[in-house]
């Protein structure tokens, strides 16, 4: 079975940084797309950063372009979201994602348990 763990969120002021990351058990980590999602309060879960298995191939919302980065470290099975000069309108739940197509906005079948991150202006 699938496991997805993801730790890193909390309080921060309007531009500072966090490092997200997600670990992954239960399945060939080195195979599988990765990407992170968000979800604000009253808000549907929107894209925000997906990378192929190599990771060779990085995508992102226009929303977090130049300030977010995504990287996996296939030894340890995890994936990072770095974010940077963080805004009051990244304050959301963070979700990892696991599967089989790479791409814009494409997920898998299998989530991680989200993780807060609060951003004060």
């Known amino acids: 079975q699938v496991q997805l763990v993801e730790s890193g969120g909390g309080l921060v002021q309007a531009g500072e940084s966090l490092r997200l990351s997600c670990a992954m058990s239960g399945r060939t980590f080195s195979s599988a797309a990765m990407g992170w999602f968000r979800q604000a309060p009253g808000e549907g879960r929107e894209f925000v950063a997906s990378?192929?298995?190599?990771?060779?191939?990085?995508w992102y919302a226009d929303s977090v372009k130049g300030r977010f980065s995504i990287s996996r470290d296939n030894a340890k099975k995890t994936v990072y979201l770095q974010m940077n000069s963080l805004k009051p309108e990244d304050t959301a739940v963070y979700y990892c994602?696991?599967?089989?197509?790479?791409?814009?906005?494409?997920?898998?079948?299998?989530w991680g348990q989200g993780t807060q991150v609060t951003v004060s202006s």
């Open positions: 990378i192929s298995w190599s990771g060779s191939s990085t």
């Open positions: 994602n696991a599967g089989s197509l790479a791409g814009w906005g494409a997920h898998g079948d299998y």
